[in-house]
């Protein structure tokens, strides 16, 4: 595991994982299980993000997962990332990005970030679809 990995990780174990948990009714589900994407390392791991969307802007990005440490602070990056933005916004992420929030660098972030944005931009194209 990346030093970056496990400097963040250590972080979040002490001071706690800010963006887990769910939303009653959010505007759109991604799911790792429901796109066929794996994220998590071993079998029975998942991860399923709540975004809560208002006028076009990400209000909030929650999630519940069951995976890797590798994978838990690349989905906390990623909720912190979408935060605030528009759906315009959280289409242009990109795996830099997720480096800088980082501050180090980890080949195992970037497929796992590739993996969340390509998700995203599933789950993005069937909201706006009517469909998710």
């Given at each position: 595991?990346?030093q ?29 299980i ?83 944005i ?15």
């Amino acid at each position: 595991m990346d030093q970056a990995i496990v400097k963040n990780y250590r972080r979040l174990v002490r001071d706690g994982f800010k963006n887990a948990g769910s939303y009653e009714n959010p505007s759109i589900l991604l799911s790792t299980i429901a796109s066929g994407i794996r994220i998590c390392g071993g079998a029975g791991g998942y991860v399923r993000i709540y975004l809560n969307i208002s006028d076009g802007v990400i209000e909030g990005a929650r999630y519940l997962c069951s995976c890797d440490p590798t994978s838990n602070v690349a989905v906390e990056i990623f909720c912190d990332l979408l935060s605030g933005k528009t759906l315009e916004e959280a289409t242009a992420l990109n795996e830099g990005m997720f480096l800088q929030e980082l501050d180090g660098p980890s080949n195992d972030l970037r497929k796992k970030a590739r993996s969340l944005i390509k998700i995203l931009n599933d789950g993005i194209k069937q909201y706006r679809a009517g469909t998710s």
